[in-house]
Every structure is written in C-alpha cells, then in structure tokens.
C-alpha cells in the first residue's frame, strides 16, 4: 500500500522503477481464490503465482488441476506448495465423468474462478461456473473487423498457433484472455494484447514475445473480474 504523511527524502530519480500499474481505483480488490487448469510446463501457472506473489493480484491459488499425471506443471505446482489433482479424461471414462470430476474439485475448493492455463482437454462448464472460467489463447481470437480470427479451435495450441500466423503473412499477433465456454477457444472476450510480427520470426521467437504479453494479460483480466467489473452480455 501506500505510505502518506511524511514526504520522502529521495529525489524521484532514485526510486525503483515497477514493471505494473497500480489499480486505478481505491476500493480493495476482493480477494478470489483461483484454480489452475494445466496440461503443460505450467509456465501461465507460474506467471499468475509470480503475479500474486508480487501484490499485483489479490488471490490465492487453491487448487491446480492436471489433465494428466505426468507434465512438468505438476513439479511447478508441487515446489509453489500448491494442492495438485490429476484429473484424465482417459481415466475418466467419458466427458461427463471428467466434467463432473473437475466440477466437484473446483466447488470443493470453493472456488471463486477457474483460469485455463493450457488446458488442453475440452470439458463441460456446468451453470454454476459460466463466467467463472478463464482462457488464455496465444493468438488474437478476434479480428479488427470484429469477427472471430483463424487462430482458434481444437488443434490449435503452442507452436500451431504461431506456425499459422508466420504462415498466413500476417503482420500482428498477440493473445487473448476470454471466459470459456464448451467451444474450444470461444466465449466472451475480456481482453486482447497484439504483438508485432517480424520478417525475420520463427514460430518460437513469436511464441516468446507473445508470451511476454501473456504475462501481462491474464493477471490484468484476473484484477478486472475481482472487483466484479466483468460482466458478460
């Protein structure tokens, strides 16, 4: 917080620099208790953990779900000190069971909102959680003429994404943080950041530069739906 009263000896010059904004209003953020959803490095899982470690979201992370039992995410978790559940829809059995599995961890932990960080497995959001879910897509879902991009839909992930964007010669790219539905990357769209893309990129060096801008995004749509702002149409 900020400290007011006695002015600060130190000229303007010698201050540390963040790298984040303040909120722009005064009102405590509501504390949320978040659940992560990975299937990967767990890289997003990592980045919001930094994000409230650092103050710059109000939450806790109670619960980190893993659509398998063997990716590097589950080690992130496990040395973060975060509860961490293998939920499969292989093990599952059927859409319905894996749906239901991840419903009941995610009321368990009395979750306030779900956030998708490469959650590659389709699943069903029940009535209690629309608008409750999060994702993270590393493409801009929606084009300047307001309809929705290419970029989106089951296959396209990580290094397909940005493969496709070299290929089709376009000249941006970005990310974009939507509530999830029970499309793949479809639902309402919170926000979007755009990133150049350069002659001389290959699918990873977009990727990290995307990424960069992720860092920034989810965090930003995380302190949005924490005072209730968000409310989709």
């Known amino acids: 917080g900020l400290l007011l009263g006695r002015r600060s000896s130190r000229r303007a010059s010698e201050l540390p620099i963040t790298n984040y904004q303040l909120p722009i209003t005064r009102a405590p953020m509501r504390h949320l208790r978040l659940a992560i959803l990975i299937s990967g490095g767990g890289t997003t899982l990592q980045n919001i953990a930094d994000a409230i470690a650092k103050g710059e979201v109000d939450a806790q992370i109670v619960s980190v779900i893993a659509s398998n039992d063997h990716c590097f995410g589950i080690t992130r978790a496990k040395n973060l000190g975060l509860p961490i559940t293998a939920i499969s829809r292989k093990n599952a059995g059927s ?13 368990d932990h009395n979750v306030d909102l779900a956030c998708m960080a490469g959650f590659l497995s389709l699943w069903t959001i029940p009535d209690d959680f629309a608008n409750k879910v999060m994702n993270i897509h590393p493409a801009l879902l929606l084009t300047a003429e307001g309809g929705r991009s290419r970029y989106g839909g089951q296959g396209m992930h990580g290094h397909h994404v940005h493969e496709a964007v070299l290929a089709s010669g376009d000249t941006e790219s970005g990310c974009t ?57």
């Open 95 to 107: 859409l319905e069971q894996f749906s239901r599995q991840i419903a009941d961890n995610l009321r």
């Open 177 to 233: 943080v939507h509530f999830a539905d029970n499309t793949y990357d479809h639902g309402p769209i919170i926000l979007q950041k755009k990133v150049p893309v350069l002659p001389t990129d290959t699918p990873e060096s977009l990727a990290a530069r995307v990424f960069q801008q992720e860092c920034l995004a989810y965090p930003q749509a995380i302190r949005l739906f924490a005072p209730g702002k968000l409310s989709p149409k």
